[in-house]
């Protein structure tokens, strides 16, 4: 269940880039199925002090290692900077863990 929210820098557009290839580029350079693997992107109309083209933030079950956390990181960061051709500099991914039970799907708490 890796999930990421991408806001998008003011200079970028959507209509110019291969959005629909950004999960499947994660996936494969995580490594794993992106069968469960959902991304949102936002377009920002602004960004004040240090800025960044493309922020995004994983959500991640605590299941995963701390190794398997830092490769879905860099995938993730990799895939966004390839589909709207941007330097690696440029993009930021932070993670936030979640732990068993603080998920409700289907109108269920999901536990790990």
Same mark, same amino acid.
């Given at each position: 269940?890796?999930?990421?929210?991408?806001?998008?820098?003011?200079?970028?557009?959507?209509?110019?880039?291969?959005v629909s290839?950004?999960?499947?580029r994660w =996936? #494969?350079?995580?490594?794993? $199925?992106?069968?469960?693997?959902?991304?949102?992107? &936002?377009?920002?109309?602004?960004? @004040?002090?240090l800025c960044?083209?493309?922020?995004?933030?994983?959500?991640?079950?605590?299941?995963?290692?701390?190794?398997?956390?830092?490769?879905?990181?860099?995938?993730?960061?990799?895939?966004? =900077? #390839?589909?709207?051709?941007? $330097?690696?500099?440029?993009?930021?991914?932070?993670? &936030?863990?979640?732990?068993?039970? @603080?998920?409700?799907?289907?109108?269920?708490?999901?536990?790990?």
């Amino acid at each position: 269940m890796p999930i990421a929210h991408c806001i998008l820098g003011p200079d970028i557009k959507l209509d110019t880039s291969p959005v629909s290839l950004i999960v499947e580029r994660w =996936a #494969d350079y995580a490594g794993i $199925s992106g069968e469960h693997m959902t991304l949102t992107l &936002t377009q920002s109309d602004a960004q @004040f002090g240090l800025c960044y083209r493309l922020m995004a933030t994983l959500y991640l079950p605590s299941l995963w290692s701390s190794e398997d956390v830092g490769i879905l990181q860099l995938a993730l960061a990799r895939s966004l =900077a #390839d589909c709207f051709d941007c $330097s690696p500099a440029s993009v930021h991914v932070i993670t &936030t863990i979640i732990q068993s039970g @603080f998920v409700v799907e289907d109108g269920e708490i999901v536990k790990w």
